[in-house]
T-cell receptor, first 110, second 116 residues
Framework: GQNIDQPTEMTATEGAIVQINCTYQ??????LFWYQQHAGEAPTFLSY????GLEEKGRFSSFLSRSKGYSYLLLKELQMKDSASYLC???????????FGGGTRVLVKP | DTEVTQTPKHLVMGMTNKKSLKCEQH?????MYWYKQKAKKPPELMFV???????INESVPSRFSPECPNSSLLNLHLHALQPEDSALYLC???????????????FGPGTRLTVL
């Protein structure tokens, strides 16, 4: 079966840093995606990792270790608008199928 | 432009109704997807179309019938739905879909469906 785990909820202060971990065990792996989803809205693409290492995009960075089945999303200089759910999704190769983790709801407090 | 549009934004229907959801993209993407998302749950893949042909059906009940009239349009026809089918239906597209090729999926805003 497919298993993708993330913490359910995290709280952080405006201006701080938060790290959202994602562990996965899937049949087939062709890369890992991170999406942001505000309540009632569509997921928006943040980043993806295919190879091991860190990908940096502005205030957001994502890390992947394929041997450990582990990724994290790092959000720096948190802003109130970053309050949202963050979804980790594994591309399981055949058919470009995305399987999502349960999502981590991040609440940014003043 | 990474825009996928969906209509309607909201839909309320009875269990005996027939309705359709529409999705459109003009990015030249050749793969399109339907997902279902229940409240506080992640999206779940329903169907994948690749080059206008149905390539994946994730064992979705036949009361959901997808259609891809051309490379820019994707429909989801609904008939005899149940209240438990109430959810946010998301459409996505990606430049191409082929085994082993990584491709970013871009999501539309979704249609919030309520079945009474």
């Amino acid at each position: 079966g497919q298993n993708i785990d993330q913490p359910t909820e995290m709280t952080a202060t405006e201006g701080a840093i938060v790290q959202i971990n994602c562990t996965y065990q899937t049949s087939g792996f062709n890369g890992l995606f991170w999406y942001q989803q505000h309540a009632g809205e569509a997921p928006t693409f943040l980043s993806y990792n295919v190879l091991d290492g860190l990908e940096e995009k502005g205030r957001f960075s994502s890390f992947l270790s394929r041997s450990k089945g582990y990724s994290y999303l790092l959000l720096k200089e948190l802003q109130m608008k970053d309050s949202a759910s963050y979804l980790c999704a594994v591309n399981r190769a055949a058919g470009n199928k995305l399987t999502f983790g349960g999502g981590t709801r991040v609440l940014v407090k003043p | 432009d990474t825009e996928v549009t969906q209509t309607p934004k909201h839909l309320v229907m009875g269990m005996t109704n027939k309705k359709s959801l529409k999705c459109e993209q003009h990015m030249g993407h050749r793969a399109m997807y339907w997902y279902k998302q229940k409240a506080k749950k992640p999206p779940e893949l329903m169907f994948v179309y690749s080059y206008e042909k149905l390539s994946i059906n994730e064992s979705v009940p036949s009361r959901f019938s997808p259609e891809c009239p051309n490379s820019s349009l994707l429909n989801l026809h609904l008939h005899a739905l149940q209240p438990e089918d109430s959810a946010l239906y998301l459409c996505a597209s990606s430049p191409r879909e082929a085994s082993g090729v990584l491709d970013t999926q871009y999501f539309g805003p979704g249609t919030r469906l309520t079945v009474l």
